[in-house]
Structure formats: structure tokens, C-alpha cells
């Protein structure tokens, strides 16, 4: 661990913040887990989805424990790989968020039979049994478990377990951090079902096993969704592609009233075989329906393209991300 790159940035603010939005979301995750996954055995993948499995089978171990049991091989990796820095952030986190986990049930369950049974009937004294609205819980769980993750890796570090797995992935297969999320969560999800719905290693089968895998899947998938939208934000971009007769009037509204700038790309009619430049624009989506108006107005019979726009990097927009930046999609 670098804890030179720990104690160095200790005065500043940007340094403090970053920890606790760090610890911020590890108690949103953990409190996600402990109030709306696992009293209704909902195995969202990870480490802790994993916890959820093995404590039906060892009742006595908390989830929160078994987070630690497969945490610290991949922190070690974490360490290695990632440097210094992101390695402790990742330590802390990763072993604040079970521990925070065990205190938290304690909390909210009322005794060790309780807490061993996680029967939701005794969470909070009945006060938040959603038994009967398992589909509201597991949305409500992913949200929130989303939500506290994407703060934390916000943060350049990560919570520990599969999104471990997902950031190795990203960065040396170039898979997308929230498609190996969901690949690597997709083994915990079966363990899950042969455990919980077949029976083996508890021999009591729960009849509702394949409706809670299900569960379980809008669970993992909602979760890697909040988590995107958290990294890299909502798609508020356009792209428009526009072939019109009337160059000099669509440039000086894009660039005078506008204030942006656009590229021409050199097309030919398939039909007419005829040269055409084409403009290519991108603006924001309030800008959208005010482009379209002037285009009318400048050339009602204009040829217009319009599509999403994902990302955008450069001037006006985004700007291009770190080396190391860890990125949804």
C-alpha cells in the first residue's frame, strides 16, 4: 500500500471529499443489502450476492462475513494492479462496507435467531416486511445498491468483488465495466438458484427459487444501469447529418446563433450521381427542435438525419477522459 500517496493530500479539500462520498456510498450499498436483498434471499451476484447463497447454507456467518472471506484475494489484485492509491481506496472500502453490513443487521434484527434466520417479518419489528412486494424490493435494493456503488467507483476505487472482476475485465479484454458486472454476477446468480431453489446444501427447496432468480436478474440488471448512468451520465446529445442547397445561410445560424461549429463531409446522390456536402452537427437535446424549426425555415426541402449521441468529447461537451478513469460503457 502507498501511504505516502495516503498522507500526502491530507489538507485537501477535493482529498476529503473523495473519501466521504467513499464512505457514503458503501453505507448506501451496505443498507441497500441489509433493509432489501438479503432478508428475501435475492442473489444480486458479487461477493455479497455469494454471502446471501452460503449463508443458507452456514446460517451462523453473517453475509457481511463472507465478504471478507472472498474479498481480500481480490483486493490483493486490486493492489498489483491498479497502483497505490486506488489499491487503499479500495482496501478501506472494500473493508468498511461488510463490516458496516454485520453492525447494521444487528441493528435492525432483534436477536441472534433473527439475525441468523433474516426473517423479514422480524426486520425493524415488522415495520419493513415487503414480502408481498418483492418486485417493488428488488428494484428499491438495486437502486439503492447502484446507486452507492457508482459513488464509490466515481471515486476511482471500488467496493471489492466482482467489480474487481469487471475493472480486470475492462481493462485488459476491453469489455464494458457494467457488461462484466453482469457476466461475472451471472455465476453467483446460478449458485444462487441451485442453493436457494434446488435445495442442495440446505435440503429445504424454496418453491418460489426460480421467481427470486428472476428477481435476482432485475436486480443485477438494474443495478449495472444506475451504476452506467452514474459514470458516464445520460445520453443529452444530438447528432444531426443535414444535405441541403442553402450552405451559407445553415452556417452562419450555426455558428452565429448557435455559438457551435460543424464539419462538412464530402457525399454523392446515389440517384443523381451529383457531388453534396453534408453538414455533420452535434448539439444539446433543448437545441434540437430549434435547429429543426431554422432548417424548415431556411430549406423546406432539406434532407435531415437525427440520432443519439452517445458521448461527446471536445470543445462545448465533455472532456475527454483520465488514462485510468473507469467507465460504464
Known amino acids: 500500500m502507498n501511504t505516502k500517496a495516503f498522507l500526502e493530500p491530507m489538507g485537501s479539500w477535493a482529498w476529503w471529499r473523495s473519501w466521504m462520498l467513499i464512505f457514503l456510498g458503501c453505507v448506501l450499498m451496505g443498507t441497500g443489502f441489509v433493509l432489501f436483498v438479503n432478508p428475501y434471499n435475492f442473489v444480486p451476484g458479487g461477493v455479497y450476492g455469494m454471502g446471501i447463497v452460503l449463508h443458507n447454507i452456514f446460517p451462523s456467518v453473517q453475509v457481511g462475513t463472507f465478504g471478507y472471506m472472498f474479498d481480500i484475494p481480490l483486493m490483493l489484485t486490486a493492489l498489483l494492479v491498479f497502483g497505490g492509491q486506488f489499491g487503499t481506496r479500495t482496501v478501506v472500502a472494500a473493508l468498511f462496507t461488510p463490516g458496516f453490513m454485520n453492525v447494521l443487521t444487528r441493528l ?53 468483488g466482482t467489480d474487481i472482476v469487471a475493472m480486470l475485465l475492462q481493462k485488459f479484454a476491453g469489455i464494458k ?3 462484466g458486472i453482469f457476466l461475472a454476477d451471472g455465476f453467483v446468480v446460478l449458485s444462487g438458484l441451485v442453493v436457494i431453489g434446488f435445495g442442495l446444501g440446505t ?3 424454496d418453491p418460489n427459487g426460480w421467481m427470486l432468480t428472476l428477481y435476482s436478474l432485475i436486480t443485477i440488471y438494474t443495478t449495472s444501469r444506475v451504476i452506467a448512468y452514474l459514470l458516464d451520465g445520460a ?18 445560424f450555426i455558428i452565429d446563433d448557435l455559438d457551435r461549429s460543424a464539419t462538412y463531409i464530402k457525399a454523392k446522390g446515389m440517384y443523381t450521381d451529383a457531388p453534396r456536402d453534408m453538414i455533420f452537427l452535434v448539439v444539446s437535446r433543448k437545441e434540437v427542435h430549434l435547429v429543426q424549426h431554422q432548417i424548415r425555415e431556411i430549406d423546406p426541402t432539406a434532407f435531415v438525419v437525427v440520432t443519439d449521441a452517445y458521448e461527446t468529447f471536445g470543445e462545448g461537451f465533455k472532456q475527454f477522459p483520465d488514462k485510468n478513469t473507469i467507465q460504464a460503457e
Open 108 to 160: 435492525v434484527y432483534p436477536d441472534a435467531a433473527a439475525v441468523e434466520s433474516l426473517d423479514p417479518a422480524l426486520l425493524l419489528g415488522g415495520r419493513l416486511d415487503l414480502s408481498n412486494d418483492l418486485l417493488l424490493t428488488c428494484l428499491f435494493g438495486a437502486v439503492v445498491i447502484g446507486v452507492g456503488q457508482g459513488i464509490v467507483v466515481r471515486q476511482q476505487a471500488t467496493t471489492g
Open 177 to 179: 465495466f457494467s457488461t
Open 235 to 252: 445520453s443529452y446529445d444530438k447528432l444531426l447529418f443535414i444535405i441541403s442547397d442553402h450552405h451559407e445561410e445553415l452556417k452562419r
Open 203 to 205: 435440503g429445504e427447496a
